[in-house]
């Protein structure tokens, strides 16, 4: 990437009155969280489409909670990386920065990020699946026992507190998306940019106005003004060193 694209995204960061930072799986690849698309991202055979999504789990649950027990002690075991870490010092250092994730693993929480809002739920967090109104609760064990780990209100079986295909996400999540997309930048980071609502993201701040900048290795289909072509942990170190945090 030329130094150009570099100077560029530090200006317009550094003269922005407000910044949101949407990121997804690629930000926590250099943490050895593997992504859900592309290279490494089936589990045995299986796409992500295939367990994360209610049918999936009323029809084995047992392997949904396999999946998602392989991911918690893999995720337990990783540290955040200097993309976490620059986006989290941003959040502490400047006014009006944002971090919107998609991400379920708590690596941005860990490495100490303010003003998150986290779209998909949290793999920590366990739901009742029968809906018998216990509260959600948190379960850092890994792995889990009894698994299918149970709901301590009613016995009956947990899943976990993230948001699967099909289902609506939380709406104050969604609301607090929305309006951290009315900003003067969107560094649109390590997502696929292919599942929806967050994918529509970029388009709605580019509607109103925001410079919208692509951090990936990868070609996706979000319509940036500017693209980054390198790992988050690359680009967000050599922002950060331009930027001066
Ligand atoms: P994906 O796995 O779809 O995409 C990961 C993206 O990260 C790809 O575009 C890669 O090119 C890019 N990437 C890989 N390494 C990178 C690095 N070091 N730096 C920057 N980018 C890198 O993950 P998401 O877009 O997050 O939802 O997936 C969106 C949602 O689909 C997830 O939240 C999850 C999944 O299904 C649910 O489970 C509901």
């Known amino acids: 990437m030329s130094d150009v694209g570099y100077d560029e995204v530090a200006r317009r960061i550094l ?11 690629g930000v926590s690849a250099a943490s050895g969280v593997p992504t859900f698309r592309g290279a490494g991202g089936l589990w045995r055979t ?23 027990d392989w991911r918690r002690g893999l995720i337990a075991a ?49 739901q009742c699946w029968s ?10 064990r890994t792995p889990l026992e009894p698994r299918p780990p149970r709901c301590p209100d009613c016995g009956g079986i947990a899943r976990p507190g993230v948001v699967w295909f099909g289902e609506l996400l939380n709406p ?4 607090a998306a929305d309006s951290a997309c009315t900003c003067d930048v969107l560094l649109v980071v390590g997502t696929s940019s ?3 609502p967050a994918a529509g993201l970029a388009d709605i701040a580019r509607s109103r106005g925001a410079f919208v900048v692509e ?9 940036a003004d500017l693209c980054l072509r390198q790992p988050a942990e690359v680009a967000l170190a050599e922002l950060a060193k331009r930027i001066g945090s």
């Not at 959040?91 to 779209?119: K, M, W, Y």
């Not at 809906?131 to 850092?140: F, I, K, Q, R, S």
Request: aromatic residues 10%; charged residues 20%; glycine residues 6%.
């Open 15 to 25: 003269a922005a009155g407000s910044v949101t930072a949407l990121t997804g799986a």
């Open 46 to 68: 299986f796409r992500v489409e295939d367990l994360a999504a209610p049918d999936a789990f009323a029809r084995d649950p047992a392997l949904v909670w396999e999946w998602y």
């Open 78 to 126: 990783c540290r955040p990386n200097r993309a976490h870490e620059v986006l989290a010092a941003w959040s502490r250092e400047r006014p009006h920065f944002s971090v919107v994730t998609q991400n379920v693993d708590g690596l941005h929480e860990r490495a100490g990020t303010l003003n998150l809002t986290r779209l998909h739920g949290s793999i920590w967090t366990l």
């Open 131 to 140: 809906t018998c109104g216990a509260d959600d609760w948190t379960d850092l």
């Open 172 to 175: 104050s999540d969604l609301a």
């Open 194 to 196: 292919v599942v929806y």
């Open 215 to 223: 951090i990936n290795p990868e070609a996706t289909p979000a319509a």
